[in-house]
């Protein structure tokens, strides 16, 4: 099975890309514009130049026709320039055409090659190379009337590409640290903001945890905290706890109802077997029959426990309680040759618990006792001032691993089938579940050892032993 994914870890995962790629296109975009901008401004930083220039070119009395270079500038030019003209690296390189495009005059490097445009004294830009094949190179043109001739000045587009280059790599060194901590912003802002939004549905997965088949009756999923996205789900969730609550409710019924009609019958079968003359058979069948009894009555104590209606937990005194079920259910378990004993009776034990139930869960109890105990065993009831209540009984105990159930229903504790129907303890682990309690089994202990744990007036629910 799949590991779940993680909704935090996947969206910073995807706000971590998103914004990489957006900081990129966005440096893209802003590298695109930049050079652009700049080419513009270098086409009409020529054509200012070669306007400049054009009152250089003369005719010769000869009949030839020149440039006149300009004065170099006084101001040191930016590496790796060596001058407007001159040097190994100029700025700008020349030359002055006629109509047929043979070059009259021209400068060592980046001289651009071509024919000439239009007769104009507009300046006139073009892309082309030089005459020494280096290039491409951006051209500007321009017609000297007074010469009969053309100047075309021209400047290498490299030159504009590497400015760009130069000035995003600064930008880079200087800003790269400012865009990787927006970024780390961006992604602790992203998954902060996805956390707090899935606190709702945290509480809504707190509120399913809560929910029992005990508590199935009056509690459902409260989404109004939870994000819009997941009202679906939750609905559908209520929903199918309403279809298993009906369903539950409509079982727990026809138990209830079954076990009620079957009573009747029961009691009729039972007169019969009393008017038989005594014999074995008699005594089997009337055992049956009060095995039959008892089974039904569980079946009802099953059916009432595990309704959603919670049970009227009240303050009592536990030891008082115990007395009192004891006074009523100990003298038939004595009569038999199973003596009982009582500690700690003596002192008040304030507990929070139903005493219906605490009776039920008692009085299953000994009759386990007198079921499954051979004549003799002795029973040990004692409360503690904690409001744990402990049952001890000196029998042949428990089979090795039965603690191990958990208390499931139908887990008998003995080969005999006739002998009991696998539901007391069950019934006695639901009704000290149903009062916010414990029951446990003492594997270690000598026969059957049984520690309950009740809540205390004004402390908290009791922890569940392991």
Known sequence: MSRPYRL?????????????????????????????????????????????????????????????????????????????????????GYAVVDAGGRVLDRSAAQAPAGRPGPRTST????????????????????????????LRVARARSDVEALANTFFAQLLEEMGWAALILLLAIVVTAVAVVRASLLGLRRVAVQAGQITFETLGRERLDGNSAPAEVQPLITAVNTALDGIEAGASAQRDFSIHAAHELRTPLADLRLRLEGLPSGEDRTAAMRDVEAMARLFEQLLHIARLDGGTAFDLQPL??????????????????????????????????????????????????ENVRKHTPVGTRVTVRVAEDGTLVFHDTGPGLPAGFHRT???RFARGHDDVRSGSGLGLSICETAMRRMGGTLRLDPSASGCLFVMTFQTVGGPPAVPHA
């Open 317 to 366: 005194d536990l030891a008082e309680t115990v007395a009192e079920v004891l006074r009523e259910a100990a003298p038939a378990l004595v009569a038999q040759g199973r003596p009982v004993e009582a500690e700690g009776l003596e002192t008040p034990v304030p507990v929070l618990a139903d005493p219906t139930l605490i009776a039920l869960v008692l009085r299953n109890l000994l």
């Open 8 to 92: 935090d870890v996947r969206l910073a995962v995807v706000v971590t890309a998103m914004s990489a790629l957006t900081l990129v296109a966005a440096g893209m975009v802003l590298r695109m514009e930049f050079t652009g901008g700049q080419f513009a401004i270098e086409e009409r930083g020529l054509s200012s130049q070669v306007e400049d220039w054009a009152s250089l070119v003369r005719r010769e009395a000869d009949g030839s026709v020149v440039f006149e270079r300009p004065a170099e500038t006084t101001g040191d030019l930016d590496p790796p320039y060596t001058g407007l003209l001159t040097g190994a690296r100029p700025v700008y």
């Open 406 to 408: 958990g208390f499931a």
């Open 123 to 150: 300046p006139v830009l073009s892309s082309g190379t030089g005459l020494d094949g280096s290039g491409p190179l951006l051209i500007g043109e321009v017609y000297v009337p007074e010469a009969g001739a053309w």
